[in-house]
């Protein structure tokens, strides 16, 4: 089995970006997998929910030196810490200057790419939870992975957040010359409502055939899992949504067989 790397991106905050990241880390992690969570989010919100809060803002060797310093990325495998599900490389509070120091940098929307080749550990899946704008740091993960994964409010304010993703992923696609393309949209918080039922079709209707879409309810256990430091499949209580999140991980799956 190859390995999958997964980019969880939508520059709109606040739109479940975090909570499939960890909550799909989980599912496949419960399949038997192995998975690292790669936090690229400068807020941070993946590295602290997970209880690594000390190394958002250590001295030691951070995600941050190692997509600054091209001589630095080899050493991304120092970064990976052993969570109880899945592996995690935590986010640095100085990531928040990479957006600006990158600018000029050579190579550097292929700073991760060039990481996650230092890997020595065999995972079947990397995930990368992104932050809530497009940037060097996206780009980095979307180069990266090259599969992308959507979590969408099924709110008409998603559309134009998606409209201007879909722009950057045809461009890097383009100026790179590889190919990167969504795999799948995590309809979260989906409502029972007529926006919601609309949205749902203008995301069948956009991503076309073979990109499925699955539907997250609103779940404060999800919430409760994430203080807890977990994913919703390492936490005690019962939750709708598990199977949605297996379904997900079991669509990945096959992805990885491709
Ligand atoms: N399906 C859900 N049910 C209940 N709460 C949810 C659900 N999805 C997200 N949330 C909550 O909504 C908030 C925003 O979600 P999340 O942090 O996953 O979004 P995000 O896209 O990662 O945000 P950001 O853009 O800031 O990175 C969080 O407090 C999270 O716990
Ligand atoms: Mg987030």
């Known amino acids: 089995m190859s390995q999958t790397r997964i980019a969880v991106s939508n520059q709109k905050g ?49 995600l941050y030196d190692v997509l600054i310093d091209i001589a630095e990325t080899d050493r991304f495998p120092e970064l990976i810490r052993h969570h109880e599900e899945f592996d995690v490389v935590p986010a640095h509070v100085q990531m928040f200057k990479l957006e600006g120091e990158l600018t000029t940098a050579r190579r550097r929307e292929e700073r991760l790419s060039m990481a996650f080749d230092s890997l020595e550990h065999e995972y079947d899946f990397v995930i990368v939870d992104c932050p809530p704008n497009l940037g060097p740091l996206v780009d980095n993960a979307l180069l990266a992975c090259r599969r992308v994964l959507i979590p969408a409010p099924t709110r008409t304010t998603a559309i134009r957040a998606l409209e201007i993703l879909f722009d950057q992923i045809e461009i890097l696609a383009e100026t790179f010359d590889v190919s990167i393309h969504p795999v799948a949209l995590v309809a979260n918080e989906v409502t029972t409502d007529s926006e919601a039922e609309k949205m749902l079709e203008w995301f069948d209707d956009v991503l076309g055939e073979g990109v499925p879409v699955f539907e997250v309810r609103k779940r404060v256990a999800l919430q409760r899992a994430w203080n807890n430091g977990v994913s919703i499949f390492a936490h005690p209580e019962e939750c709708d949504m598990t199977g949605v999140y297996d379904d997900v991980a079991a669509y990945l799956e096959g992805l990885n067989d491709e």
Request: charged share 20%; glycine share 16%.
């Open 14 to 62: 606040g739109a479940g970006k975090t909570t499939t990241a960890i909550n799909v880390a989980g599912a496949l992690a419960e399949r038997g997998h192995g998975v690292l969570l790669v936090d690229a989010d400068p807020q941070g919100h993946a590295t602290e929910g997970l209880g690594y809060e000390d190394e958002y803002d250590t001295e030691a060797l951070s």
